[in-house]
T-cell receptor, first 118, second 111 residues
Framework: DGGITQSPKYLFRKEGQNVTLSCEQN?????MYWYRQDPGQGLRLIYY???????QKGDIAEGYSVSREKKESFPLTVTSAQKNPTAFYLC?????????????????FGQGTRLTVV | LAKITQPISMDSYEGQEVNITCSHN???????ITWYQQFPSQGPRFIIQ???TKVTNEVASLFIPADRKSSTLSLPRVSLSDTAVYYC????????????FGTGTQLKVEL
């Protein structure tokens, strides 16, 4: 089945350690995104990538890093510089633009990784 | 920076129609409006998408006025299982654009 896979579902790390969250998609989508969600809060954009080897900062990029070496993969590293890393992290992807007038496309989401830093 | 706002919460009873509004004053010409549903500890799930006027599918309707500065998600005859957070998203997703979510509306459906 096509979709987005985030792993692991739950992740525990000690304070001060870097940790990398995995996001893989087999939908052949060009664009991929990382969001952070805190309890009772909305989704805030961390980083997004429109194409391989290119990515842009979202609204809360500080303390995070990403890479986009392959179309199907967009890993997120939570560094020790992130002051409050405990959160629910969601990855998403959306189809490529075919050009011309605006077309309706849908973003697909993974099931999330809950990171707890102790 | 686009500011997308929604009511924080809404309460309803089973069988009623629920209308959730989203304000997106800075919507761009090429932006589409998409609504998602999210249950706790899960990824958001697509509900409906539209550009203008009215769109209807098997689960919801989306009303968009001519100026497109707001939109309304309509859920007919809600049930307990519709209790969730509903998000409005405004973006030209076809271009891999920055996807900005609204603040989210917690819908609680009771018997």
């Amino acid at each position: 089945d096509g979709g987005i896979t985030q792993s692991p579902k739950y992740l525990f790390r000690k304070e001060g350690q870097n940790v990398t969250l995995s996001c893989e998609q087999n939908l052949n989508h060009d664009a991929m995104y990382w969001y952070r969600q805190d309890p009772g809060q909305g989704l805030r954009l961390i980083y997004y990538s429109q194409i391989v080897n290119d990515f842009q900062k979202g609204d809360i990029a500080e303390g995070y890093s990403v890479s986009r070496e392959k179309k199907e993969s967009f890993p997120l590293t939570v560094t020790s510089a992130q002051k409050n890393p405990t959160a629910f992290y969601l990855c998403a992807s959306s189809p490529p633009w075919a050009g011309g007038p605006p077309t309706a496309t849908e973003a697909f989401f993974g099931q999330g990784t809950r990171l707890t830093v102790v | 920076l686009a500011k997308i706002t929604q009511p924080i919460s809404m309460d309803s009873y089973e069988g009623q129609e629920v209308n959730i509004t989203c304000s997106h004053n800075n919507i761009a010409t090429n932006d589409y409006i998409t609504w998602y549903q999210q249950f706790p500890s899960q990824g958001p799930r697509f509900i409906i998408q539209g550009y203008k006027t009215k769109v209807t599918n098997e689960v919801a309707s989306l009303f968009i006025p001519a100026d497109r500065k707001s939109s309304t998600l309509s859920l007919p005859r809600v049930s307990l299982s519709d209790t969730a957070v509903y998000y409005c998203l405004v973006a030209y997703t076809g271009g891999g654009n920055k996807l900005t979510f609204g603040t989210g509306t917690q819908l609680k459906v009771e018997l």
